[in-house]
């Protein structure tokens, strides 16, 4: 069974693309330079795939990949960018609008949305919640991040490298990492919540008025 191309005059593929057997490409899909497309796999429409490698069984929708590999079975988009380097594990989903650049992201991981992957390796079996930023450049050099197997980094998290979250820690939501983890760690580091009753009915009165 060779690969099948829906309207092949919508798609673009470059001489020295590879495509294995029964892969699916749809419409508006451009395939350049050195990419190899496993057997099995689905390009939805809307992509652009450079110098990349999709695995068997992998599926991936109206996204960028340059320079990436992405392993069998792998989830990617809409609406993902994979740069030089990334290389996305067996089973992993990668969701929409993430970007990952020269990081390793491994088997069973999930990275589903608004999300920046940069100078980092991730464990197995993790989650990179929504918002979550690895901070790789501090303006002058750029450090590495490690996530190791089975973490769970909450929303809005911001990573900044060079750091290490060992295995099996919980990172809660709106947390700033400046230091390495230990395994199994629960990890808080946000301002205390604060009510105020005072405080809200200034605001509604549009605020004191000052003197003179």
């Known amino acids: ?58 599926s991936v929708t109206a996204s960028v990949l340059r320079g990436a590999a992405v392993g069998a079975g792998a989830s990617i988009g809409p609406f993902s960018y994979l740069r030089e380097g990334a290389n996305v594990g067996a089973r992993c989903r990668v969701g929409s609008f993430v970007e990952i650049k020269n990081s390793a992201i491994g088997e069973g991981s999930k990275v589903s949305h608004l999300a920046y992957v940069g100078d980092a390796r991730v464990g197995k079996n993790c989650n990179i919640g929504c918002g979550v930023v690895f901070c790789n450049y501090d303006g002058k050099r750029k450090a590495r991040t490690v996530v190791e197997d089975g973490c769970f980094i909450g929303s809005n998290v911001n990573l900044i490298a060079p750091v290490c979250v060992g295995a099996g820690s919980y990172i809660a939501a709106a947390t700033t990492v400046t230091r390495s983890v230990p395994p199994g760690t629960f990890l808080i580091g946000r301002v205390r919540q604060e009510s105020s009753e005072r405080l809200a009915a200034r605001y509604a009165r549009g605020g004191e008025k000052k003197e003179g």
């Open 1 to 58: 069974m060779a690969y099948r191309v829906i309207s092949p005059e919508a798609v673009t593929i470059e001489e020295g693309v590879e495509i294995g057997e029964g892969a699916v490409i749809f419409p508006n899909n451009r395939l350049l330079g050195g990419t190899k497309i496993g057997a099995g796999a689905v390009l939805y429409p809307n992509n652009i795939i450079e110098n990349s490698c999709v695995g068997e069984g992998a």
